[in-house]
DNA sequence: ATGGCTGTATTATGGCACTGATGCACCTCG
DNA sequence: CGAGGTGCATCAGTGCCATAATACAGCCAT
């Protein structure tokens, strides 16, 4: 009834560029270590490997990974932390205040529904 | 950097959506009301007149709206809290969810920015 | 050196959502 | 009846997304 903003809806590559940033604040990935190669995800995740790449491509562009050309891509050290504070900041900039402001008009308090853990 | 969820990447339609369905639920469209027509409306927003029934449609297949032919359309009585309901369920099922573990994983509490009026 | 693994560039294609222009059917009011 | 206001259907254009099939360039262990 409400086609708003599930995550469904996003193209994959954006799906999966999520996921892997998850991964990497996580400690899934560990600095250092070296990213699932473009092949192997894509067939993991039913994907073609080029949009595959096409999410690996944003965090080269933020230096947040290493490419080894032949050999594979690696998470560069403190790319968590770092990946951590930007994500952190645009979401308060970009989402938050929309967020606060429609949960108002609906009725509901953000403070309540935190310990819903 | 981050091309994640910014209403600015929303089709202009279903930003047309919020903001109508928020204009109900505050009273600005009150109850047994006409909403503005599609051509003004589009004038007014600098949209196309089917871009704003596209989102018009949306309220009338909820029976939210009642439609009169060469007339206009007239916000149906009780519009306000149904809608109301329907989006927090709606929010509660399929947004809370996501944004809470994320808000999470970023290390930020919504008991704390919910005082950031 | 060779086979097998990496990432990457190229080109083409199909699908789908969004937007837009035009015209038609309907109603109300003078 | 006719003018001007409604909503709505149809058709077309555009761009993004995803996929596919190759092919190439680099590295490494055997």
């Known amino acids: 009834m409400n086609p708003n903003r599930p995550?469904?809806?996003?193209?994959?590559?954006?799906?999966?560029?999520?996921?892997i940033a998850a991964a990497i604040i996580d400690g899934?990935?560990?600095?250092?270590?070296?990213?699932?190669?473009?092949?192997?995800?894509?067939?993991?995740?039913?994907?073609?490997?080029?949009?595959?790449?096409?999410a690996y491509q944003q965090f080269q562009n933020d230096g947040l990974v290493e490419v080894q050309r032949g050999v594979g891509m690696y998470v560069v050290r403190g790319a968590a932390e770092r990946l951590r504070a930007t994500e952190?900041?645009?979401?308060?900039?970009?989402?938050?205040?929309?967020?606060?402001?429609?949960?108002?008009?609906?009725?509901l308090d953000p403070a309540n529904l935190a310990v819903v853990l």
């Open 7 to 19: 995550s469904s809806n996003r193209p994959v590559y954006l799906k999966l560029r999520d996921q």
């Open 88 to 107: 952190r900041e645009t979401f308060l900039r970009e989402e938050w205040p929309e967020i606060r402001s429609r949960m108002q008009r609906l009725g």
């Open 28 to 54: 899934a990935y560990p600095e250092g270590a070296m990213l699932p190669s473009v092949r192997a995800l894509a067939a993991e995740q039913g994907a073609n490997p080029l949009t595959v790449a096409k």
